[in-house]
Nanobody, 118 residues
Framework: QVQLVESGGGLVQAGGSLRLSCAAS????????MGWFRQAPGEEREFVAA???????YYADSVKGRFTISRDNAKNTVYLQMNSLKPEDTAVYHC????????????WGQGTQVTVSS
């Protein structure tokens, strides 16, 4: 079982940057794929980025070139560095853990709000 806690959200201006963190419990963090998802009010949850246990990365087309996902297994933490933020990036961002980076994610954090003003 994995418990995930996100942090680092906030209010930024368009073009700015923000780094989200997701701290995970457990001793087997390094064996999990980790993902970031986001959901805006009235919209369905969408995939943002993922990183495998071997550090292969995957990105949604909408964030490719702007966002970077990384992990620090010694700290049981996954990060999402968000640059060149746009108003359409505004959403609640959730961290998730699963077995395959492009498969079903089994564990989810509570989310952190990111708001980008124009």
């Amino acid at each position: 079982q994995v418990q995930l806690v996100e942090s680092g959200g906030g209010l930024v201006q368009a073009g700015g940057s923000l780094r989200l963190s997701c701290a995970a419990s457990g001793r087997t963090f390094s064996s999990y794929s980790m993902g970031w998802f986001r959901q805006a009010p009235g919209e369905e949850r969408e995939f943002v980025a993922a990183i495998s246990s071997g550090r292969s990365t995957y990105y949604a087309d909408s964030v490719k070139g702007r966002f970077t996902i990384s992990r620090d297994n010694a700290k049981n933490t996954v990060y999402l560095q968000m640059n060149s933020l746009k108003p359409e990036d505004t959403a609640v961002y959730h961290c998730a853990a699963g077995y395959l980076p492009r498969g079903v994610y089994d564990y989810w954090g509570q989310g952190t709000q990111v708001t980008v003003s124009s």
